[in-house]
């Protein structure tokens, strides 16, 4: 194959798979934002959990991966719905500069807490040998664990926004992000809603953090390090909106391996510079309301 | 024909379907008592939004005093001598009754954007705020913050605000709105005695306030002008009486 | 029926809210005599005075133009690095440094609050730590100038007025910043107290009402958030010339967080809350972080949370109703 168009082809991959990593992280900072307008800047934390608990699930407890990853998941879950009833919900809809305090002080705290338990260094993620090494698709080779993480991306989305058209519990989101008032005047719990909404989106995070450990390392400052990307990818997509992240997600993934490919000098750069043109353009994201 | 204080020519505003305002032509008279009622949802606050430019209209023009102002932004329109009250009270809670006037004359006087002066120093609108709200009875309450003060005299905060502006055309949205009927008196009585330069258009569902105090009313309803006349005139119109019946205030 | 008497009261009570009160002299006279009495400290103090200064540009843009922002540090990494790399190229002079250091930080407090202050609300929060970590990227890759991961070295700063030679005690750094901050303190008291800085006051209560009384709102906002800037530079190259090193974490999300926890623990919007908070931040992060940074870090995030639950107003809020 020719240079560039393998290339190409490469970037494209490799940007998916960033951008699936993303997306499943990300989804549920937008939904918190949008529906519950709370600014948790803590969201990177859920990821990282998701992170430690598959590591120390495989490598202490010699657990099998298609077990340890969806445990990371239900742990995050767990351990959000707490954090959710007992601090966040008093700040709903409050005072911004107060949720973005809160939110860094857990951040300080969860930092502290990961370095404390399992040491300042990055966790070493190592895929399950059946997902090691190249998988041929004929044309090319690609590498196992990048392509699962694809597939499993895709399955993942798929499930998520069909979960949201056809259930019940997916029509009382969409229903309350597009009007909170509404939605509770006709009936639905939204303290519930909240509730479990927050537990799905950080039970996702976890996810995307375990299945993403080999692209964003998870260590202690993990939640300060990647940030800016959940939060680019977030107002990039629009607060509240559940595929405009999606979208957002591919665009920044793929921009982002290209750009390191073609100009690592100022491959980032060249992300926060769009994103600002963008958001100068569009304040409220490709998806977002006005 | 004289120079209206203020008008508006084929003003329409569209929300995709929804219509707010359709094409409406309308005068306020230099030194007039206009009110304009409606039924609830018939748009008269969004026109209101339309004249100070808090919204921008899909068609049509306003002039004020002459002048063509339907792009011009909001904060040059109170340059022009346009001043507003909102129908609920939007003041600055947390500071004290006599600055929440002082800042309104700081920005007509062209004194707010001094950076290394203390605004103690211009005591010539300290001066003029508390002559305010001795007029309208507040100024017992001039170093007390606006939220402590009862509702009603909130209200009349939210009023001197605007006269503190020295308006040319003063819009007062619903200004006994949330006031027990008892106590509209207060109100009324100052509204009675502002200046009659100014043009005012008031907008109010309590019908005693404005046949007492409007000699102009119009209707409005779903957007459009229904019918526009002298107090006895509307008083009497059979169209009138239909919308609003099971409508009235009182 | 008010008497004339009343009338004056009222208004002189008012007009005179500016009035320095003696209570407001404490700061100085602390530091005046932290020369004398605490010569060990002296480096150090001269990084409280350059952070009290930095904090203090965020009260500016935070409480009182009412602008949450989690990327202050842009402006104090471009007044360090500005003065970083103009002392390491032959431009040595401390004081012409400085206002170049808060001048360049003034530009970019202007440019990136022309594209960012047109949002509110969390749009506009993304974009300040957007600006913040595009700066970052761009010292990081810009190795050559700013010396990347490593940091700037090579700064030579000559003596001010070519005879207040920097020394190891810190005696000229301690002054030095010292009287930068009071400048800069002494200008954001002017500017808070004027009829500009009260309107900044009413943007950030009612944003709505400010627009009615004809304000010319997104204006009054970039200015202010300029100044801010200029001031965050200003502090920047103080530590940069103090220390005679820039690093990158001058740009960090850190170093933003950091000076919105000091600014927290003093008090919001109080123009006194960073010489609380920032005081108590640093020497207890002088004692503790070094026994156990984990620890350190571990408190500070409870204390952020603790404060956000019960004591909002910081310890000047706590003092205020005590003193009621």
């Not at chain 1, 298609?66 to 601090?87: K, Y």
């Not at chain 1, 300060?224 to 920044?252: E, K, M, N, T």
């Not at chain 2, 004289?2 to 929804?18: I, M, N, P, Q």
């Not at chain 3, 108590?280 to 004692?287: E, K, S, T, V, Y």
């Amino acid at each position: 194959m020719s240079g560039l168009a393998d290339a190409i082809i490469s970037i494209g991959f490799h940007g998916l798979a960033f951008a699936m990593v993303l997306y499943l992280i990300s989804v549920g900072l937008s939904v918190t934002m949008g529906l519950m307008g709370f600014v948790n800047l803590a969201h990177g934390v859920f990821a990282m959990l998701g992170g430690y608990v598959l590591a120390q699930l495989m490598s202490r407890y010699g657990a099998p991966f298609f077990l340890a990853l969806p445990a990371a998941a239900i742990v995050c879950a767990l351990v959000s719905i707490p954090l959710e009833r007992l601090l966040y919900r008093r700040f709903y809809g409050g005072e911004e500069l107060d949720q973005v305090l809160l939110t860094m002080g857990l951040i300080f705290m969860s930092v502290a807490g990961a370095t404390y338990i399992w040491g300042p260094l990055t966790q070493h993620m190592q895929p399950p040998h059946w997902l090691s090494g190249q998988v041929n698709l004929g044309f090319r080779h690609f590498p196992a664990y990048r392509s699962f993480l694809i597939v499993c991306g895709a399955v993942l989305v798929t499930g998520l926004w069909l979960g949201l058209e056809r259930t019940r519990f997916g029509a009382q989101i969409r229903a309350a992000v597009d009007n909170l008032r509404m939605a509770q005047a006709v009936g639905i719990n939204t303290s519930r809603l909240f509730m479990l909404t927050f537990a799905l989106g950080s039970g996702l995070a976890g996810l995307g953090g375990a299945l993403g450990a080999d692209l964003l390392a998870i260590s202690p400052s993990y939640a300060l390090q990647y940030l800016v990307y959940f939060i680019i990818v977030v107002s990039v997509g629009g607060l509240g909106s559940i595929r405009g992240p999606f979208v957002a997600a591919l665009l920044i993934g793929i921009a982002d391996t290209g750009l390191k490919y073609f100009v690592p000098e100022f491959g980032a750069f060249f992300i926060y510079a769009m994103t600002m043109v963008l958001l100068l353009w569009r304040p409220q994201g490709l998806f977002g309301r006005v | 024909m004289t120079e209206a204080a203020l008008e508006t020519h084929g003003l329409s505003k569209s929300f995709g379907a929804l219509r707010v305002a359709n094409g409406i032509d309308f005068r306020l008279e230099k030194g007039a008592r206009h009110a304009l009622i409606g039924p609830n949802g018939a748009g008269k606050t969004s026109f209101v939004n339309l004249l100070t430019g808090a919204l921008q209209p899909s068609d049509g023009t306003i002039h004020l005093n002459g002048a063509e102002i339907t792009h011009l932004a909001q904060s040059a329109r109170v340059k022009q001598g346009l001043a507003r009250t909102f129908q609920i009270n939007t003041l600055f809670r947390k500071l004290y009754v006599l600055e929440n006037v002082t800042l309104a004359i700081a920005e007509r006087e062209g004194v707010a954007r001094t950076l290394l002066r203390p605004a103690g120093h211009y005591r010539a609108i300290i001066e003029e705020a508390f002559d305010l709200l001795e007029s309208l009875g507040l100024a017992d309450a001039a170093l007390q913050p606006v939220g402590v003060l009862a509702y009603g005299r909130q209200r009349l905060v939210e009023i001197a605000v605007a006269l503190g502006l020295r308006p040319k055309v003063l819009l007062l949205d619903e200004p006994a709105a949330g006031i027990p009927s008892g106590e509209s008196g207060v109100i009324l009585s100052m509204l009675e005695r502002l200046p009659a330069e100014i043009s005012i258009l008031i907008i109010e569902h309590d019908m005693d306030l404005v046949f007492r105090l409007a000699t102009t009313i119009t209707v409005l309803v779903q957007g459009s002008v229904l019918v526009e006349g002298s107090a006895e005139a509307i008083a009497e119109d059979p169209r009138v009486r239909e919308v609003y019946l099971g409508d009235r205030k009182r | 029926m008010k008497p004339v008497a009343g009338r004056d009261a009222v208004i002189n009570s008012f007009a005179r809210r500016h009035h320095f009160r003696l209570l407001e002299a404490t700061p100085w006279v602390l530091a005046v005599a932290g020369y004398f009495l605490l010569p060990g400290y002296l480096p150090l103090g001269a990084q409280v005075f350059a952070t009290i200064l930095f904090v203090l540009s965020t009260d500016l843009v935070l409480g009182y133009a009412g602008i949450v922002t989690l990327g202050q540090a842009a402006f104090f990494g471009t007044g360090a690095y500005t003065a970083g790399i103009l002392a390491a190229n032959g431009w040595s002079e401390p004081i012409s440094g400085l206002v170049a250091a808060a001048a360049m930080a003034g530009v970019v407090g202007l440019l990136s609050g022309l594209i960012i202050l047109r949002t509110t609300g969390l749009a506009l929060l993304m974009q300040t730590l957007i600006v913040a970590t595009m700066l970052y990227e761009l010292a990081n890759k810009a190795g050559r100038w700013t010396g990347g991961d490593d940091g700037l070295q090579g700064m030579e700063v000559w003596p001010i007025f070519g005879v207040f030679r920097f020394d190891l005690f810190g005696h000229v750094a301690y002054v030095y910043s010292l009287v930068v901050l009071f400048l800069g303190w002494f200008v954001a008291r002017q500017i808070v107290h004027s009829p500009f800085g009260r309107s900044l006051t009413g943007t950030r209560e009612n944003v709505a009402r400010m627009r009615a009384i004809g304000a010319p709102v997104a204006r009054r906002l970039l200015t202010a958030y300029a100044i801010s800037a200029m001031l965050a530079g200003a502090s920047g190259a103080l530590i940069a010339q103090t220390t005679s090193f820039v690093g990158l974490t001058s740009l960090s999300l850190e170093r933003s967080g950091n000076a919105l926890i000091m600014l927290i623990i003093g008090g919001v919007g109080r123009l006194y809350g960073a010489f609380v908070g920032v005081p108590l931040f640093m020497i207890a992060q002088d004692r503790f972080s070094e026994i156990d940074p984990v620890y350190w870090y571990f408190w500070i995030g409870a204390l952020m949370v603790a404060v956000v639950l019960f004591a909002r107003g910081g310890v000047l809020g706590l003092l205020e109703r005590l003193w009621r």
